[in-house]
């Protein structure tokens, strides 16, 4: 129903098949396994109809659960988990999923808004190939040999420091933090880029190193379910678990990441990738709209937010920038 590798097969039933009726199981629908579930039925042709769609992924208690669930849903349309939709629209969202709950609104959306891969750079970051040798939290080496606020790459030839801020994802935290890491960056990253096996083979992937110290965007590829995204000042690396987004300019960075931690944006990438591992494709596709009206307003609010959960996270001695327990 979501996954990439089957976009092709959905596209194709679209075109050629219609899809008559499904039922979306619960996780644990099956006592065997705890695995998406759904089954359905086509019709061998194209016919332009609505389908019939029964979401059961909240009722949990196996399959007599889901069995009864399904024959209240065929006597009472207004059940609320009983949907009719028509899967011409499925095409119009990207990665073509089986969205049948979705509304008219929400299609509009992918339709009128731009992409944020078109008004945005998403890029991965780096990988090291060993990060118990490249990698180290910061409290582990000596403060002085670390490079703060570095603004390019050319200022690590001469400076002296080895060690420089990395971004690595981290669990849930929005708006700011999750600054734990630095990483062997010295000289510009000599040691990384040049770290082979004996057959001279590169084994780490250093990519994207232009957009090092930028002010960026960063969250974590796997998530617990809720989606979060940090702002990230110059200064830093990024690792290829923490995803990142860059713009030139910065009011729209700050915009970007109002969405990017809006229920609304929680909503699509329930659509385009309900699982806990979100790729960077699935940002990329997300659906950006612009309003000059209320772009001061939201900026403003971004803003606060990221200076609340920069007090927060530099309460604690986790935080390079501890000064002391706010409560002492």
């Given at each position: ?11 194709h ?13 619960e996780?644990?629908?099956f ?9 359905f039925?086509?019709?061998?042709s ?6 019939c ?6 009722f949990?208690?196996?399959?007599e659960?889901?069995?009864q669930k ?13 949907f009719e939709?028509?899967?011409?629209n ?10 049948y709950?979705?509304g008219e ?18 890029k ?7 990060n118990?040798r490249?990698?180290?939290l910061?409290?582990?080496?000596c403060?002085d040999s ?9 200022e ?6 080895k060690?420089?801020p990395?971004?690595?994802?981290g ?7 999750n600054?734990e890491?630095?990483?062997n960056?010295?000289s510009?990253?000599?040691e990384?880029?040049n770290?082979?096996d ?6 780490s992937r250093?990519q994207?190193?232009?957009?090092n110290?930028?002010?960026a965007?960063?969250?974590?590829k796997i998530?617990s379910s ?9 200064g830093?690396?990024?690792?290829d678990?923490?995803?990142i ?8 960075l700050?915009?970007?990441?109002g ?7 929680q909503?699509?990438?329930?659509v ?5 591992n979100?790729?960077?494709g ?6 950006i ?10 900026t ?16 604690f ?11 002492i």
């Amino acid at each position: 129903m979501f996954i990439k590798s089957y976009e092709a097969l959905r596209n194709h039933i679209y075109s050629n098949r219609t899809i008559e009726t499904l039922i979306q199981f619960e996780y644990s629908a099956f006592e065997e396994a705890t695995v998406p579930i759904c089954t359905f039925a086509l019709k061998n042709s194209k016919q332009e109809k609505k389908g019939c769609y029964l979401r059961l992924t909240d009722f949990r208690g196996g399959m007599e659960v889901q069995r009864q669930k399904t024959l209240e849903a065929i006597s009472n349309h207004d059940c609320g988990f009983y949907f009719e939709a028509s899967q011409d629209n499925f095409s119009k969202i990207p990665g073509s999923p089986v969205a049948y709950w979705v509304g008219e609104a929400f299609v509009r959306d992918f339709i009128v808004g731009d992409r944020l891969c078109k008004v945005c750079e998403t890029k991965k970051g780096l990988a090291t190939s060993d990060n118990n040798r490249f990698l180290k939290l910061w409290f582990e080496v000596c403060l002085d040999s670390i490079g703060f606020n570095v603004k390019s790459n050319s200022e690590t030839v001469n400076n002296g420091y080895k060690w420089y801020p990395h971004h690595k994802g981290g669990e849930y935290r929005r708006w700011y933090g999750n600054q734990e890491y630095v990483i062997n960056w010295k000289s510009d990253g000599y040691e990384i880029k040049n770290y082979r096996d004996a057959s001279e083979k590169l084994l780490s992937r250093p990519q994207n190193t232009q957009y090092n110290f930028s002010k960026a965007l960063t969250w974590s590829k796997i998530t617990s379910s809720i989606f979060s995204a940090r702002f990230s000042e110059n200064g830093f690396l990024f690792d290829d678990a923490a995803t990142i987004c860059y713009h030139k300019n910065e009011d729209e960075l700050l915009w970007t990441l109002g969405f990017l931690n809006s229920k609304c944006c929680q909503n699509i990438l329930n659509v385009l990738n309900p699982t806990i591992n979100i790729q960077i494709g699935d940002i990329g596709n997300l659906p950006i709209l612009h309003d000059e009206t209320r772009k001061d307003i939201v900026t403003n609010i971004v803003e606060e937010n990221i200076a609340l959960s920069k007090t927060d996270w530099d309460s604690f001695e986790t935080s390079w920038d501890f000064k002391g327990c706010p409560l002492i």
